[in-house]
């Protein structure tokens, strides 16, 4: 499945963004989606996954962030709320078959990340 992340931008500490993940040449719901990130110089991480009915969340973003899809769209979302300077980092998506796994080499396909900029 081909991934395109969008919805990065530059906002100031307390705004509000929403990242889209559009898949094509297959249909995401039979797939865990998920939402990593990755600051310079730090490790990519884990931000959030979704499967059809269940999602999970790093302890970093609970009650910030929220995942959803649009199965109609083949699009997953990631609203993130309150965002804070440590959120600046590139945010990548990625689909895989491991259910809500945390783990980034559990996901086969990714997208090519979006710039999400928190300026304090």
Not at 79 to 92: E, H, K, R
Request: net charge positive; with cysteine; proline share 2%.
């Amino acid at each position: 499945v081909q991934l395109q992340a969008s919805g990065g931008g530059s906002v100031q500490a307390g705004d509000s963004l929403r990242l889209s993940c559009a898949a094509s040449g297959r249909t995401l719901d039979t797939y865990t989606v998920g939402w990593f990130r990755q600051a310079p110089g730090k490790e990519r991480e884990f931000v959030a996954s979704i499967t059809w009915s269940n999602t999970k969340y790093a302890d970093s973003v609970k009650g910030r962030f929220m995942i959803s899809r649009d199965n109609a769209k083949n699009t997953v979302f990631l609203q993130m709320n309150s965002l804070q300077p440590d959120d600046t980092a590139v945010y990548y998506c990625a689909a895989g078959v491991a259910t809500l796994s945390p783990k980034y080499f559990r996901y086969n396909d990714w997208g090519q990340g979006t710039l999400v900029t928190v300026s304090s």
